[in-house]
């Protein structure tokens, strides 16, 4: 369920003086993928925390802030300070091509293993996983990925497109590293019948409404649709999920470094967590209480995946996907 205005404000008002950092000021400029909505409430609690700093950001799809962000670059003049995009993928590219600053100082201790960049150039915010969405009408519930290689569910599975999706890429390079499944896994879906194709929003709708028994989506799109009535359960297979984390990180040309440093000590902070579960997101703070229908974290068991070699793999992998899929 989407936070009330009463929620957030509550939560706003309740931040620790700690935070207040008056000697933080200037302005800072970001760019996000994140929804209007969210993307509004994050700055409003972040300029909550740090009054002497005025945010102006930019929002659009990651794939459209990158383009713009690319423009930029050839002209010698990108804008923003800060970033907070889809997926590491992204910024491991932008990490490659010296485009980020480390922050090695930043506070992690609390993270588990793999969540963050090692090297302190990006910062995992989120933890927005892909599972299996289901009809309730369906007489086959699983519990596993392997389930949907049953005969109950030929002809009955949706997936998003790595073409389309960055959260289906992630997840496609997720189940290939797993021994038990990996691309013979994906090769057996294929031979279901299973169709993949657009974004978690169209396999999310082709479940909920019936034309499809069962499908692969991001997590908050089903625990949503189930609060809300809709005839869905979402499951988060024994193999483990693959997961987003809606990174922030820091540009190396940025002109108020302390602020954007600023920036990522608040949204990787319990209080930066709680704005995110007040959101509708699972945490990826383990201490922080997930929202309802969520699992706690340390229940989640979350795949192993590489951003670097996916970045270095991405074509060939996509090549192989859409060989067994379509375009």
Same mark, same amino acid.
């Given at each position: 369920?989407?936070?009330?205005?009463?929620?957030?404000?509550?939560?706003?008002?309740?931040?620790?003086?700690?935070?207040?950092?008056?000697?933080?000021?200037?302005?800072?400029?970001?760019?996000?993928?994140?929804?209007?909505?969210?993307?509004?409430?994050?700055?409003?609690?972040?300029?909550?925390?740090?009054?002497?700093?005025?945010?102006?950001?930019?929002?659009?799809?990651?794939?459209?802030?990158?383009?713009?962000?690319?423009?930029? #670059?050839? @002209?010698?003049?990108?804008?923003? /300070?800060?970033?907070?995009?889809?997926?590491?993928?992204?910024? %491991? *590219?932008?990490? +490659?091509?010296?485009?980020?600053?480390?922050?090695?100082?930043?506070?992690?201790?609390?993270?588990?293993?793999?969540?963050?960049?090692?090297?302190?150039?990006?910062?995992?915010?989120?933890?927005?996983?892909?599972?299996?969405?289901?009809?309730?009408?369906?007489?086959?519930?699983?519990?596993?990925?392997?389930?949907?290689?049953?005969?109950?569910?030929?002809?009955?599975?949706?997936?998003?497109?790595?073409?389309?999706?960055?959260?289906?890429?992630?997840?496609?390079?997720?189940?290939?590293?797993?021994?038990?499944?990996?691309?013979?896994?994906?090769?057996?879906?294929?031979?279901?019948?299973?169709?993949?194709?657009?974004?978690?929003?169209?396999?999310?709708?082709?479940?909920?409404?019936?034309?499809?028994?069962?499908?692969?989506?991001?997590? #908050?799109? @089903?625990?949503?649709?189930?609060? /809300?009535?809709?005839?869905?359960?979402?499951?988060?297979?024994? %193999? *483990?999920?693959? +997961?987003?984390?809606?990174?922030?990180?820091?540009?190396?040309?940025?002109?108020?470094?302390?602020?954007?440093?600023?920036?990522?000590?608040?949204?990787?902070?319990?209080?930066?967590?709680?704005?995110?579960?007040?959101?509708?997101?699972?945490?990826?703070?383990?201490?922080?209480?997930?929202?309802?229908?969520?699992?706690?974290?340390?229940?989640?068991?979350?795949?192993?995946?590489?951003?670097?070699?996916?970045?270095?793999?991405?074509?060939?992998?996509?090549?192989?996907?859409?060989?067994?899929?379509?375009?």
């Amino acid at each position: 369920m989407r936070p009330t205005a009463t929620a957030l404000s509550t939560l706003l008002a309740f931040l620790p003086s700690v935070l207040l950092a008056q000697d933080i000021t200037g302005t800072l400029v970001l760019y996000t993928s994140q929804p209007n909505e969210d993307a509004q409430q994050t700055v409003d609690a972040f300029m909550a925390a740090h009054p002497g700093v005025q945010v102006e950001w930019f929002r659009d799809g990651t794939t459209q802030v990158m383009a713009k962000l690319a423009a930029e #670059f050839q @002209a010698g003049a990108p804008e923003p /300070d800060v970033l907070l995009l889809a997926d590491s993928v992204t910024m %491991e *590219g932008l990490k +490659a091509e010296d485009r980020l600053m480390a922050y090695p100082e930043a506070d992690t201790s609390a993270y588990a293993d793999g969540v963050m960049d090692p090297d302190g150039f990006w910062f995992s915010t989120k933890l927005i996983t892909t599972g299996i969405v289901y009809n309730t009408s369906a007489e086959m519930v699983p519990s596993s990925w392997n389930d949907l290689t049953a005969p109950e569910a030929e002809n009955n599975i949706v997936l998003p497109s790595p073409l389309t999706s960055g959260a289906a890429t992630i997840h496609m390079v997720s189940i290939a590293g797993v021994p038990t499944l990996g691309w013979e896994y994906y090769q057996a879906l294929a031979d279901q019948g299973a169709i993949a194709q657009g974004g978690n929003g169209g396999v999310y709708q082709a479940v909920a409404g019936g034309e499809k028994l069962y499908g692969f989506v991001v997590d #908050f799109l @089903a625990i949503r649709g189930k609060n /809300d009535g809709a005839p869905v359960e979402f499951v988060f297979p024994e %193999e *483990g999920v693959s +997961a987003v984390t809606e990174p922030v990180a820091i540009l190396s040309t940025a002109r108020n470094p302390d602020a954007a440093k600023a920036f990522v000590d608040f949204v990787i902070s319990v209080e930066g967590q709680e704005l995110a579960a007040a959101q509708g997101y699972l945490p990826a703070h383990p201490d922080v209480t997930p929202p309802e229908g969520f699992p706690p974290v340390s229940e989640i068991n979350l795949m192993s995946f590489d951003p670097a070699a996916a970045l270095a793999e991405d074509t060939e992998n996509k090549m192989r996907f859409t060989e067994m899929f379509g375009g």
